[in-house]
């Protein structure tokens, strides 16, 4: 059954407009950077296994160390850490901006930006999921909101970093992406929200136990991890370095960033769709949703003409994004408040482990079996997890918490 209602009034207050800000500037900047990443490394000669082995290092870092900046959040505040990583995310992208305009930077010197880069964003995630609560009345609009914006985000994003590294080079892309994370520690600074009371006199390892514990005493929670380890490997890890390698290769770098800010422009609808429609069982709805995620790698597989492209990456990006919305939104209204930020960092992590894996092993495992024929298991796996989410009765049958 599905129901609708219109947006609440009090959506905009003070503290969601800057939490808003804060997200959504940030993530055009991020958007931007999987393409000039993608063109940068294969640019330098160090090819598929390059881009993978980069893209890895960020992805590996952040998994790791995810946890951990979710005990954090919830022993301390998120908001001093989420500045803090705002703060080192900027000197870095600044600093390789500079790189990229003055040398040749090594492999090994990308991959170690990309280690810190994804430390600090590991720091800065989990707090995320637990501002939207309060800074929001109404989460499940709240995250409807923020997905269209991230959807137009997406789509801005990978549009710019394909224009400008087309037209100027791709260090102007990290130097803009500089400039989103410092206006983001900005908004961040003047957010106004009440300190919950946590365990902040618990010991870092009681801490992650309890938030382990959270996170294993609810299958439907664990259940899509697991659904979501096959996707990391076999989809969302290869999709970027094989995806740039076949559309870039078929027709141009700027074509490669269309097609990932059309896969923006049908999160926007997405998420238009999610803010109007609430299934009464969220994940079911939003697995059947996922079914339209698979024609992303096919298009990717398949390069057919531009418009047929960008329309199978539009119409994945629609699917992807009204399963994110009911996904955030059954963890902020399923979890308790004081263990968010931990259960949240243990769902991130579990959701992304394996995709620096799948990264890793795009270049190697394309030299032996193709790109496209990778492409097209990609596509085939992506719609195995579809199914599987309505397979498991755990996380079909969940009902909405409110």
């Known amino acids: ?37 993608s063109v940068a490394v294969l640019g330098l000669g160090y090819g598929v296994s390059g881009v993978g082995f980069a893209l890895g290092a960020w992805m590996g870092a952040f998994a790791l160390f995810v946890v951990f900046g979710g005990v954090f959040a919830d022993r301390f505040h998120p908001l001093p850490q989420m500045v803090g990583a705002d703060a ?17 930077p090594g492999l090994s010197f990308i991959i170690g930006i990309g280690v810190l880069g994804g430390v600090a964003t590991a720091m800065f995630q989990p707090g995320l999921t637990s501002l ?95 659904i979501w380890w096959v996707l990391g490997v076999f989809v969302w890890g290869p999709i970027t370095p094989l995806g740039a390698a076949s559309i870039i290769g078929a ?20 998420g238009l769709i999610a803010i109007r429609f609430r299934p009464t069982r969220p994940l079911f709805g939003g697995g059947v949703a996922m079914f339209l995620f698979p024609l992303m790698p096919l298009a990717a597989a398949l390069v057919p003409a531009v418009p047929l492209l960008l329309l199978g990456y539009a119409i994945s990006g629609i699917g992807w994004a009204f399963w994110g919305v009911q996904w955030s939104t059954t963890v902020q209204t399923q979890i308790p408040a004081d263990r968010l930020n931990r259960v949240a960092a243990y769902e991130v992590a579990g959701s992304i482990l394996a995709v620096p894996f799948g990264q890793a092993v795009a270049g190697p495992a394309s030299a032996v079996f193709g790109i496209h024929p990778l492409l097209l298991v990609a596509s085939i796996t992506a719609a195995g997890c579809a199914a599987a989410l309505l397979i498991s009765p755990p996380i079909r049958r969940l009902t909405r918490a409110r």
């Not at 009034?9 to 503290?15: D, Y």
């Not at 080192?88 to 040749?104: D, P, S």
């Not at 027709?251 to 997405?270: D, P, R, T």
Request: net charge positive; hydrophobic share 50%.
């Open 1 to 37: 059954m599905l129901l609708s209602t219109a947006v609440p009034p009090r959506l905009w207050t003070a503290n969601f407009r800057l939490y808003f800000v804060a997200r959504i500037v940030s993530m055009v900047g991020d958007s931007m950077v999987p393409v000039a990443t």
């Open 88 to 104: 080192v995310r900027c000197g870095l992208q600044a600093g390789f901006a500079v790189y990229l305009w003055l040398g040749h």
């Open 132 to 226: 939207v609560p309060q800074v929001a009345a109404d989460p499940q609009h709240a995250n409807g909101v923020l997905r269209v914006s991230e959807g137009t985000a997406t789509m801005l994003g990978p549009a710019l970093a394909g224009f400008l590294v087309a037209t100027t080079s791709a260090g102007w892309v990290f130097a803009v992406d500089a400039g989103t994370f410092a206006i983001s520690g900005v908004c961040l600074l003047a957010l106004r929200v009440p300190r919950l009371t946590t365990g902040a006199t618990e010991s870092t390892w009681r801490n992650l136990r309890s938030g382990w514990e959270e996170f294993r005493s609810r299958s439907w929670l664990w259940g899509v991890i697991l």
């Open 251 to 270: 027709h141009g770098k700027a074509v490669f960033g269309y097609a990932e800010a059309a896969f923006g422009a049908g999160s926007i609808l997405g």
